[in-house]
Structures are given as C-alpha cells and as structure tokens.
C-alpha cells in the first residue's frame, strides 16, 4: 500500500524560497501521476502543481505558474516541490497525492488536476509566508 510523507513546510518571509518533499513508502511512484495541493481552513482544496505517471509533463495553475516548480527523483520515491518568490496568498497546508499505476498509454500521459482524482494522500505539511 503506498503511503505518502510530507515535509519540509514552515515560516518563511515574503519573496523568500521553500523546498517540500514527498516521500513515497510501500512502493515507488513509477507510473503515478503525482500532485501538490493546499489547502486553507473554510476553503475548498486546492491544485498548484502536477507531474504525469511518464514523461513527467507538468501542469501548473496560473496563481503559481512561473513560482512553482515540481519534479520527481530518479529513484522514483520522492516529490519535490520548489516554491519561490511566495507570497502571503500561500499559505496553506501542502499536500501530496498519487494517482495510479496508470493502467493505458492514454492515462500515462494525462495530467489529472482534480483532486478527486487521486488515490493516495499524505497528511499535509504547513506553510506560512509573513514578514
């Protein structure tokens, strides 16, 4: 059963950088979709950053394009998440998700958004950007 940490999260000031991680156990995340989201209490769960199962084509929303970047490890076991130049709008708690194996050539190259899409969750890591 893959399980899914997060880390990384904390207080960082306005403009400055924050690097989060997601490391997978109980299997690798070869062939998964992954995605980031964030959610703030009262709000609805939101996407910033995707990575298809192959190919690793990335999807980001436009709050976050050009901030965000999300990438995955060779070994295929973690998740990262380089967020710079944040703003106080981000702070949220960060997720991580799996979707997958993708089982068609069609769902390996597909970018699910929606968090309704995916499988596997982490438990959240908080983010907080004020000076």
């Known amino acids: 059963q893959l399980q899914l940490v997060e880390s990384g999260g904390g207080l960082v000031q306005p403009g400055g950088s924050l690097r989060l991680s997601c490391e997978a156990s109980?299997?690798?995340?070869?062939?998964?979709?992954v995605g980031w989201f964030r959610q703030i209490p009262g709000k609805e769960r939101e996407g910033v950053a995707f990575?298809?199962?192959?190919?690793?084509?990335?999807y980001y929303p436009d709050p976050v394009k050009g901030r965000f970047a999300i990438s995955r490890d060779n070994a295929k076991t973690t998740v990262y998440l380089q967020m710079n130049n944040l703003e106080p709008e981000d702070k949220a708690i960060y997720y991580c998700?799996?979707?997958?194996?993708?089982?068609?050539?069609?769902?390996?190259?597909?970018?699910?958004?929606?968090?309704?899409?995916?499988?596997?969750w982490g438990q959240g890591t908080r983010v907080t950007v004020s000076s």
């Open positions: 109980g299997s690798t995340l070869d062939n998964y979709a």
């Open positions: 998700a799996a979707r997958g194996p993708a089982t068609s050539v069609l769902e390996s190259m597909t970018v699910p958004t929606s968090a309704e899409q995916y499988d596997h």
């Open positions: 990575l298809s199962s192959v190919k690793d084509a990335t």
